[in-house]
């Protein structure tokens, strides 16, 4: 067992502050990659090593069972390992179940799993239509009412002032859901998860003899990850201190990102007016990412007052600097982070040890495929792979029985739109956030793919379409234990890599369009901040000026990175500028094409700049092998790309390689055959 003073061997001068810091209330502001839960741990072990703590009589409160699990595992390292550590609703449920007996008598009630079941029982009650993602939305409303405190008499009045919306459903109607959910609770004989701290919390209100019990056991308290707590956790940690000070909490307001959870930046932010003469002691040196990095995030507040916090100071060596670049379109910028990825990992840098971060579950697919192209493994975090989600499945389904049923005919977008109407998707999108608007993401991507279909091949069709999905699907078909990370930005918290990738980082997105006032927008920024941090040596950020090829270039850079781009550079200069509309022209004359004209690419009567004869080669080639694979023929390569080949000739692979449109798994694959035809003449 380590003794007091080999605990505080090796930690900076501010973990050591917190270490001997062991009376009265403390609040440690740790920023990101500081060190909070090495400084906390040894402030337990090192108050039990000296004897002011006694073991049993400390709780340790976090958030997710890992977190708890990873504080047990030190605590015990460190000699501490009667210490409890327990999130807030594994201790709350242990209170409850033992002392319910006493309050209420009988069996402790069945905690359910899933409030989905219960919730679709209140809608049937009131003659409500529900599908899964409004099931889940709702069920998430409920969660934030409960733990905010509010009743569900008082839910309509509390959610307009708090702009809540679930789906499209007026808040009356949310309310009566509620309370129809609460009747269901009690005839099965249910309680939620949100119950089991409602119950303890009123336990303890209530009997002053079981929470002075409670008190006795449990003297001193530490709570983790604080900027996190909502509000009924903060009114249960009350109740557990009975007047006290003996508290510890840790966290770090620029990282709120739950809010939408009932968190607030606000209750770390006061609690040093809550707690009369409360130690304010900051965690400043972050030792997981370079100065380069570390200023980046230091400059996404430089130019807010919103936000209390620290700022970091970079232990590690200088590295390379921050990459910011815009893209074309969103295929430009997949392809780019996969290509980046494949040469880190030439380098050697372990594909476990990147991640690519994104604000929404629906921008996950153009990375998907274009991982799966260059053959890269992946895991999926906190995200469902694009062509597994249910809405996806089901329309592919869809979009599948028609072409076989011979249905079509007219216009490709339009027809995929009608389609998907029978799914209750419409053009514009519903209101709010939450996972009925992920289920329209996720369908809308698959009109925008039509649509970037359509572009390659006017003639493309329902049969096109699939065949095109399929391909999709098969080319990000890579996921992998040991693979590149795709997370939301939510997700990513608590995680670390050496290399991130925050993609899609574009007005509309980041900050999301329903961050439409200021106190969205600063948590939007604090997301961003929070994908930054994760950043051990390599940081890129990216956007798309546009969502597929060829559209309209009117998306302009978060905001967020205006402090952290000089005025000249070059990034902001070309993606904030409008980008003209390109005008189709003749490859030979240079005049303005007919619309006839332009997939040929030049007039009528302008002669071919590339060997037409070598062009139909390459074209019966393609067909012949659009029969053996039974893909569309553009599949394979497109005409402009096989036209490309015909005028340039490369002589070998890396030649080849810079054809526009051709990738790494289309040169590994064709080449031999290409080059042959093209030697043959």
Known sequence: MPSADDLLTGLDPEQREVAQALRGPVSVVAGAGTGKTRAITHRMAYGVATGVYKPTEVLAVTF?????????????QLGADGVQARTFHSAALRQARYFWPQVYGGEFPEVTASKFAL?????????????????????????????????????????????????????????????????????????????????????????????????QQYRWFVVDEFQDVNPLQSTLLELWLGGRNDICVVGDPRQTIYSFAGASPEILSSFGRRHEGAQRIELVRNYRSTPQIVAAANAVFSRTNGTEGVRLQSQQEPGDPVTYIGFPDEQAEAAAVASEIALLHRRGVSYKEMAILFRINAQSEAFEEALGEHGIPYVLRGVEGFFRRAEVRQAVTLLRGAARGGEGGGELVQEVRAIFAAMGHTDEPPNGAGAVRDRWESLHAIVSMAAELVESDSAADLTALVADLDRRADQAHAPAADGVTLATLHSAKGLEWDAVFCVGMHEGMMPSVHADTPTAVEEERRLFYVGLTRARHDLMISWAVTRNRGGRGNRRPTRFLDPLLPADHEARQTARQPRERKV??????????????????????????????????????RTEQATEQGKPAYVIFTDATLQSIAEVKPADPDALAKVPGIGPAKLEKYADSVLELIRAK
């Not at 303005?592 to 070598?614: F, H, I, M, Q, S």
Request: with cysteine; hydrophobic share 40%.
């Open 64 to 76: 997710t069972t890992r977190a708890a699990g990873e504080m047990r595992t030190r605590l015990r």
């Open 119 to 215: 919730v679709a029982e209140a809608a049937r009650r009131l003659n409500i239509r529900t599908d899964t993602p409004l099931l889940r939305d709702l069920s998430s409303e409920i969660e934030w009412a409960k733990v905010s405190n509010i009743r569900p008499a008082a839910y309509s009045a509390a959610a307009g002032p708090a702009r809540r919306q679930v789906a499209d459903l007026d808040h009356p109607t949310v309310g009566n859901i509620m309370t129809a959910y609460e009747d269901v609770k009690r005839d099965r004989g249910r309680i939620d998860m949100e119950d089991i701290l409602l119950i303890t919390a009123a336990i303890l209100a209530d009997d002053e003899r079981i929470a002075a019990q409670v008190r």
């Open 584 to 621: 189709a022209k003749c490859r030979v004359c240079n005049t303005v094409l007919a619309v006839a004209d332009r997939k040929r690419g030049r007039c009528e009567d302008c002669p071919a700049t590339y060997d037409e004869e070598l062009y139909e080669q390459l074209r019966s080639w």
